[in-house]
Structures are given as C-alpha cells and as structure tokens.
C-alpha cells in the first residue's frame, strides 16, 4: 500500500491563521454544520463557507468536501452546487408557480416542498401571509404525523389589494424543533384605468370649428375610463398655437376617474391671431400605485377669421340753441364684431363753435364687442345759423396691431338769438377740473348695487398680491354686488379687461398688521388658488395690501337660493346639481380639504348654468384639527359634529360633514325647506342632535320614495352612518337620476 501525504490547509479566523489538515478540517465542518441545523438554519452556501475560513478554500473546495463526507456517510444531508441542504427530520420549502406580479383580482400560485426523514408528530402548524392583500382559495392539509419522504402542496390565493405582498414563512412545530421555510414576495398591480379623450363645443358642432378674431370659443373635454380600474392624479394639460390665449390655466387637475367614469370639463380661448390654430389636449394620469400610463391626446383645430372692429358713434345734441348760450353734446362709441384697442378720440371743432368744458384728445384704451364708452361735453354757439359742431376723428387698433381710422361728422346745430333763461335751466357745467366723463360698460349687464363702496375702497391705485408685484383693477361705487360686514364684492375688470369678483376685505381699525379675520381670509385664498375644477369657482389671485383682497370668478347666474325663492326644483335638477356639487366635494375631499359650509347661497351658477361652489373661506385641512375650537358652518346645513357643544358625542368633523351638508341641500331643492327649522338656534341644534327629519316624499309627493333612503342615510346623526365617501353618495343619486328616465 502506498503512502499519501496528507493535504495541509493555511487557513484564517478573525485575525488569527491556522495550519489545518484535511482530517481536522472535514470533522470540524461537520460539527459546525450538524450544529447549524439543529439551530434551523437548513441551507449552507459553500461561499459563504470559504469567507469563514479567511478565503483560502475556495468555494469549489468546499463543496469537493462536503460533498465527499455526505457519500461517506459521515455528514447527513444534500451538497447541490452551491448550497449544502441539511436532512433533518423536516424542512419545507414555498415557491411561485408561474408569475409572481399579478393584478388585483388574479390568483397567485405556490408550491409548498416538505421534506421529511423520519415520522416527525406536528404539535401545530401555521402559514403567514398578507391579509390585507390576499385571500385564501386553496391551502394544503398536514395531519397529525409527517411520515418519511416528501409532501408536496398547492397553495392559492386571489389578489383584493394592490401593493406588496409576502407569503410566508410556514411554520411547522414538532416536539424537537421548528422548522420555518422561507418567504416568497408576490407584487399585486392595482388593475389598469384606460383613459379616452372625445371633445365637442357647446353648439355639438364637428370637425374645424371658426371662430372670430378676438372672439371667445369654448371646448367642452369629456375624459372617460374604460379601463378595469381607477385612474388618479388625473390632469388635462392645454398646449395653444400662438394665436390661441387660453382664458384659464393650462392644466385642470381633475383628480381620480373611476372604471366607467365620464369626467367633463371645460375650456375657454380666445382668437388672437387670425389662420389656422389648433389646440392640443393631453391628459395625464397615473394607476392608484402612482405608476404613470401613456399620456392620451386628442387635438382641435380652430379656423380663425379675421374681423375688424367695427366702432358706431351716437350723438344727443339740442336741434337749436341761442348765440353765446352753452349746451350739452354727448355721444356714445358702440363696439361691434371685436375689440377694438387703443382706442383715441380727436374732435376737429368748427370755428363757429366754442368748446366751454370737455377734451378735444380723448384717450379711452380698449371697447370689447357690445360694450360702449360714453363722452360728454359742452360748447356754445359763435354765429347765427345752422352750424355742424365739427368731425370726430377715431384710431383704433385691432388685436393683431393693424391701425384704422375713421371720420365721423358730429351733429348740425342751429343757432338763434340767445333767449334768457332761467338760472335753473342752463346747463351746469362739468366737473373741475374740467375732464372727460367716461364710463365703459357692458350693454347687456344692469349694476344692481347691494351696498354703498366704503370711501376708502373708492380711490385705491393698485392691490399687491403675495409678490409685492402691483395689480390695477377698475371699478366704480355703483359696481357694488355683494356686502357683508367684513367685505365688499365689486364687479371688476383686470389689467386684461376680463370682468372678475374682487373681494376686498372692508378696512379695521387695527395697528396696520393684518387681523385674524384676514390672515384666515388670505389663508384660504391661497390655498383656492391652487383648487381648479369646472364646479368650484376659480380663485385667480389675493394679497394683503392695502386691504386683503381675493379676485374671483364672476358667476353671473345667481345662486341656488335665488332658484329655490320660488319654491323647490325638479326632482331632476335637483339630481343634477347635487351629482356636479359632489364631483367637486370629491375634489376637495381627495386633496385633504373640507368645505364646512355648503348651503345653497354658497352654490353659485355661471352665465350657462353650471353650478360651482364658491365662498372657500371655511376650508379647512382634515387633519388640522386645532382649526375646530369653534362653529363654522351655517346651522340649518350643518351635522351635529360642527357644533362645539356636541363634538365630544358626536366627534370631529371631517370629510363626512359636507355629505351631510349635500344632503341638507338636497333635501331642500326636493321640498322645498331645511331638514330641521327652528325658532332659535338652540332649539334648532336639539332637533339637529336629537330629531330624524321627514321623509322627502312625504313634503313633496312628486319625489320617488326610493330617492328617500338616498338622501336620509346623508342626514344621519352619526358620521359612522353616513356614506363613506361623497363619490357613493353620488354613485347613488346617479341612479337614481336614470330611474326618471
């Protein structure tokens, strides 16, 4: 027999180094790994046994090794080619059959491997998984007794919520060990949302649309989802040629669309240039994971014509008038077709007149289509006879610059020898200094003035918003539309000549810091600056000086309760403005906001008709809650938690209250009054807390009594009682709505 020199291994530990032969080697890797096992780390990797000893075996030594021990029978257990499995009495493994990233909806498959050595009894065993995620369709059955050889198992189960899931471990107990296999991730996919874009102008005109230069178009964007699942962060981006200047922002941001959604909002341009012009729609949107989808575009293209401004002079003069006696011309400058701009008006006088009061150089800046500026002067006679006062001279520009001018012949007077007259019949002169009296206006628009504008309101030069940057805005005392104690509502025109709401904040006697009530009136402003939705009036700038002010919308249609003076609505416009109020709560309620203060002088209507909320100053973040040590709110509309006295019974507001402020103005547009009256607020709050409120049908037989649990289940006491979003209770009432037929 021949002599073999034994193999001699320099190997390291920590930082000390041994000379090992392969003897001592192979008993002390089997102690360590029998060890190991018994501690139920059942996998070993031969790398990871060459690093422990400092590297100088290499990995592929160490699996020649431990393969060579396991056919000797010295090491119980399995050397594949990186791993050494130990054989103890149990080990199970869970793996994915197929796919392991699903949508929600879909199954998941595993398979479970138990490997037994010997009868091993099972005091209990247990599978973890995500319960949130998945449900359970299938498991496996192990009986009391694992028996040698291996058991083999199907697992399913069906994805309910998208997100991160782990299977595992699986946990067996016996009396001597337990054993646990390892964890298997599974990623479950919200299911897709599938955007599709259609537009359409309000006329339901198709194909290339024209449109008068200068003239004002809008286009009417109807998102649809016919994907399986809901679309968020949903945003309509508006890119126009440059002979298109959009009237709003370039991007709406709607929000999310569930599967079977339409969503509609609108658009409105302005011609600016004449030619060919198009608008390119593209919305984004992404899935309820925040995974962005393919942007879906739709494009619109708007022949633009060129119109001129067409400008027609009025005159009322006197047909005689005495030598040397003053007299009164005015005339009035009709605008037509499209705005003419840097409008200037020169007068060449006859010599046989003389101007006593008024400007020969007029300078009136810009008339829209239908408006009109009115001029006035005052002259007096030189010479017998029938004389013309004279010639206006006009020069305008339309909106792409190109200059007209026009000759327009003034009135022919006749002069007679001046008469006496009484002191009470000569004209009075115009104000000094002498000065053009100019008013431009809106023909089709009657001022209603609802207050008096405060003195120091009447002559402010300009309103700074939060840049410092200075903002001019025109309006005169008798433009007054609304007035409170606290602020004055003037119609306005911008820098831009757009009309607007401007709120101004009517002026305290405070050190000149801004007040509570402004800072949270500014507060809210700013954060509705930042709201854009078709059925929330838009907020288009605010700032703090000299007075806190807010321009607005101007919402032209009046509100719901001027509808509801005549008594209740439609059961189908009813329908129809709670559904498009409830779109926009959906709005507020998914950027964290609530409005706290819905009731119909709230709800406001534009010039077609379409109801927006307005008066934002009660918004509120849902999880600021030192914001409620107070009521806010308006009593008849407001759920029991609103009122401080009863918020330790009913809790804290939140989204739910304005479901039950829908539903109290739901109720009044079907009956015709509030779900509780009272003869002071006292007696109205125990009704609130305490009283359930008729039956809508009951009031207003033409209501459908399936419509009465609708609307009753918002006007529950509780908010735990209520439905749990304002996208249900809409859900509800569209059904309803397509019951009437």
């Given at each position: 027999m021949r002599w073999r020199r034994p193999e001699i291994y320099l190997v390291r530990k920590g930082d000390k180094r041994f000379v090992m032969t392969r003897t001592y080697l192979e008993r002390e890797l089997v102690e360590e790994l029998e060890l190991r096992a018994r501690e139920g780390e059942t996998r070993v990797s031969f790398s990871d046994l060459s690093e422990e000893y400092g590297g100088a075996i290499s990995a592929e030594a160490m699996r020649e090794i431990v393969s060579d021990l396991v056919r000797r029978g010295e090491l119980e257990g399995e050397a594949t080619r990186d791993v050494w499995r130990s054989r103890l009495d149990i080990s199970c493994e869970l793996r994915t059959v197929g796919r392991d990233e699903v949508f929600v909806g879909e199954e998941v498959e595993l398979r479970a491997d138990i490997d037994v050595l010997s009868d091993s009894p099972v005091e209990y065993w247990e599978l973890e998984y995500d319960h949130e995620r998945l449900e359970v369709i299938r498991t496996m059955r192990i009986g009391d007794v694992l028996r040698p050889g291996r058991l083999r198992g199907t697992l399913r189960f069906r994805a309910k919520a998208f997100g991160q899931a782990e299977i595992g471990p699986m946990v067996i107990k016996t009396p001597w060990r337990t054993i646990a296999s390892n964890v298997v991730g599974v990623h479950v996919k919200p299911l897709p949302p599938h955007l599709e874009l259609s537009l359409k102008e309000p006329k339901g005109a198709k194909g290339l649309k024209e449109l008068s230069l200068d003239g004002v178009g809008r286009l009417y964007i109807h998102v649809s989802n016919v994907g399986q699942g809901t679309a968020s962060d949903v945003e309509i981006e508006v890119r126009a040629s440059e002979g298109l200047e959009l009237m709003g922002r370039d991007v709406i941001s709607i929000g999310a669309i569930g599967p079977n959604t339409l969503e509609t909002v609108h658009l409105d341009f302005r011609a600016v240039r004449s030619g060919r012009q198009r608008l390119d729609i593209l919305c984004h949107y992404k899935d309820e994971e925040g995974t962005p989808f393919p942007i879906t575009r739709a494009e619109w293209d708007v022949e633009v014509m060129k119109t001129r401004p067409k400008l027609v002079v009025s005159f009322t003069a006197p047909k005689e008038a005495g030598?040397?006696?003053?007299?009164?011309?005015?005339?009035?400058?009709?605008?037509?077709?499209?705005?003419?701009?840097?409008?200037?008006?020169?007068?060449?006088?006859?010599?046989?007149?003389?101007?006593?009061?008024?400007?020969?150089?007029?300078?009136?800046?810009?008339?829209?289509?239908?408006?009109?500026?009115?001029?006035?002067?005052?002259?007096?006679?030189?010479?017998?006879?029938?004389?013309?006062?004279?010639?206006?001279?006009?020069?305008?520009?339309?909106?792409?610059?190109?200059?007209?001018?026009?000759?327009?012949?003034?009135?022919?007077?006749?002069?007679?020898?001046?008469?006496?007259?009484?002191?009470?019949?000569?004209?009075?002169?115009?104000?000094?200094?002498?000065?053009?009296?100019?008013?431009?206006?809106?023909?089709?628009?009657?001022?209603?003035?609802?207050?008096?504008?405060?003195?120091?309101?009447?002559?402010?030069?300009?309103?700074?918003?939060?840049?410092?940057?200075?903002?001019?805005?025109?309006?005169?005392?008798?433009?007054?539309?609304?007035?409170?104690?606290?602020?004055?509502?003037?119609?306005?025109?911008?820098?831009?000549?757009?009309?607007?709401?401007?709120?101004?904040?009517?002026?305290?006697?405070?050190?000149?810091?801004?007040?509570?009530?402004?800072?949270?009136?500014?507060?809210?402003?700013?954060?509705?600056?930042?709201?854009?939705?078709?059925?929330?009036?838009?907020?288009?700038?605010?700032?703090?000086?000299?007075?806190?002010?807010?321009?607005?919308?101007?919402?032209?249609?009046?509100?719901?309760?001027?509808?509801?003076?005549?008594?209740?609505?439609?059961?189908?416009?009813?329908?129809?403005?709670?559904?498009?109020?409830?779109?926009?709560?959906?709005?507020?309620?998914?950027?964290?906001?609530?409005?706290?203060?819905?009731?119909?002088?709230?709800?406001?209507?534009?010039?077609?008709g379409v109801p927006k909320i307005s008066d934002l100053g009660s918004l509120k973040y849902v999880l600021d809650m030192t914001y409620y040590s107070g009521f806010r709110g308006t009593y008849e509309y407001a759920p029991p938690e609103l009122f401080p006295s009863l918020r330790h019974e009913f809790g804290e507001p939140d989204h739910r209250s304005d479901i039950y402020s829908l539903g109290a103005v739901l109720y009044e547009m079907l009956t015709g009054r509030p779900p509780f009256e009272g003869e002071d607020p006292k007696e109205l709050i125990e009704k609130i807390a305490r009283e359930e409120p008729e039956p809508p049908s009951k009031l207003n037989p033409e209501v459908p009594k399936e419509l009465d649990s609708v609307v009753l289940k918002a006007l529950k006491k509780r908010k735990e009682d209520r439905y749990e979003a304002v996208i249900q209770f809409k859900d509800k009432l569209k059904e309803a709505l397509k019951t009437l037929g």
């Open positions: 030598v040397g006696s003053e007299f009164n011309v005015g005339a009035t400058i009709l605008c037509k077709d499209s705005t003419a701009h840097n409008v200037r008006i020169e007068m060449i006088l006859n010599g046989a007149v003389e101007l006593v009061d008024g400007q020969l150089d007029v300078r009136i800046g810009a008339i829209e289509p239908k408006s009109k500026a009115d001029l006035s002067w005052i002259f007096a006679g030189r010479e017998l006879g029938e004389v013309k006062i004279g010639s206006l001279r006009l020069f305008y520009v339309d909106i792409e610059g190109e200059r007209y001018e026009e000759m327009v012949d003034m009135p022919t007077v006749l002069f007679i020898e001046q008469v006496p007259l009484a002191e009470e019949q000569r004209p009075k002169p115009l104000a000094k200094p002498a000065q053009l009296r100019l008013e431009i206006r809106p023909e089709a628009i009657v001022h209603i003035p609802l207050g008096v504008l405060p003195p120091e309101l009447r002559e402010i030069e300009a309103f700074l918003n939060d840049e410092g940057e200075p903002l001019i805005f025109t309006y005169s005392p008798q433009d007054v539309i609304g007035d409170t104690p606290h602020s004055v509502v003037v119609r306005a025109r911008d820098e831009d000549g757009r009309l607007v709401a401007l709120k101004i904040m009517r002026p305290m006697k405070h050190t000149g810091e801004p007040s509570k009530l402004e800072k949270e009136s500014l507060k809210n402003a700013r954060i509705a600056k930042k709201l854009h939705h078709s059925h929330i009036v838009s907020v288009y700038e605010c700032g703090p000086r000299p007075y806190a002010w807010m321009c607005m919308e101007l919402m032209e249609g009046g509100s719901l309760r001027d509808r509801l003076a005549e008594g209740p609505l439609s059961v189908r416009e009813a329908l129809d403005i709670a559904i498009k109020i409830a779109y926009a709560l959906h709005y507020l309620h998914h950027k964290g906001l609530i409005h706290r203060d819905i009731k119909p002088e709230n709800i406001l209507f534009d010039e077609n």
